[in-house]
């Protein structure tokens, strides 16, 4: 059996996430018009009914975002983002009871975010974008997913050449803890993403979710992994989209439960709390 160690993870506000009794369900709420995996924009009365429902089918946390960071993505500026999140995070303060994540790499979003309500910050660059939301995120005392990657979404195929996948993500994603923690974020307070998907090819992402349980150990810290719908299922697929391709999540997320994943993040909220369920009492069972 994999191990699953627990953490306290400490989030704005003076709220506290308990990590490791049971893996959580993070939903995902795009309010893009160009994510690669929703078929259309969502508005922000539809986003703030969405939120809920994902609430009232199981989902521990919801994270949400207004800029794509799908491979080949334009970035969008600060401005646009917020006009996409504000809205919706404050259309939910008060109505929804779980933590909200804010996914962003802009400090000036996540402390418009923290201020709305949000109580942690996704960073798909492991504070490699905007240095500044290191202080963001100390002074709101918020919780942090560092994820790995490299370059941008434009071109971070071309980085993902490795000799070894799993030192390397590790070392890197080591890195990138001991540069918050010398920004002022403390230790306790990191969550750390080994980016399946993000400038890794198919059979690196694949090698990622096969060895978790290494990189939680090197790391120790809890583990955030997110394969949902993402480009490497394609082909376990038979060439489906991205909105057909729920049943090959099924079995990623399946693979990063056994794994000792603390937070699986997932689009299809539902039906994947069914499947973490299932493939945990698969973890325990002697």
Do not use: C
Request: charged share 25%; proline share 6%; no cysteine.
């Amino acid at each position: 059996m994999s191990v699953r160690p627990s953490f306290d993870i400490p989030l704005a506000g003076g709220r506290v996430l308990e990590l490791g009794r049971r893996p959580l369900v993070m939903g995902i709420l795009n309010i893009t018009p160009d994510s690669f995996a929703e078929s259309r924009p969502v508005d922000p009365r539809e986003a703030i009914d969405r939120a809920l429902a994902m609430e009232a089918h199981g989902a521990d946390l919801i994270d949400i975002g207004g800029e794509s960071t799908r491979p080949g993505a334009d970035p969008v500026d600060a401005r646009t983002e917020l006009d996409r999140i504000m809205p919706v995070l404050e259309g939910l303060r008060g109505r929804l009871r779980i933590p909200i994540s804010v996914d962003t790499y802009k400090g000036v979003v996540a402390d418009a975010a923290i201020g709305a309500g949000a109580q942690m910050v996704n960073d798909v660059s492991g504070l490699q974008y905007d240095p500044p939301l290191a202080e963001v995120v100390a002074r709101r005392g918020a919780a942090i997913v560092l994820m790995h990657t490299r370059g941008r979404s434009k071109n971070m195929y071309g980085e993902a050449d490795y000799a070894d996948v799993i030192g390397e993500v590790t070392a890197e994603l080591r890195s990138r803890v001991d540069a918050a923690v010398r920004a002022g974020i403390p230790r306790t307070s990191i969550v750390v993403d080994p980016g399946v998907g993000f400038a890794k090819r198919a059979e690196h992402s694949y090698g990622v979710l096969a060895r978790l349980p290494e990189i939680g150990a090197a790391l120790g810290r809890p583990l955030l992994v997110g394969p949902s719908r993402k480009s490497f299922l394609r082909a376990a697929a038979g060439g489906a989209e991205a909105p057909q391709r729920d049943w090959v999540t099924a079995a990623a997320v399946t693979a990063a439960v056994l794994g000792g994943a603390h937070i699986l993040r997932v689009h299809a909220v539902a039906e994947m709390v069914q499947v973490v369920r299932a493939a945990e009492e698969i973890r325990q069972a002697r």
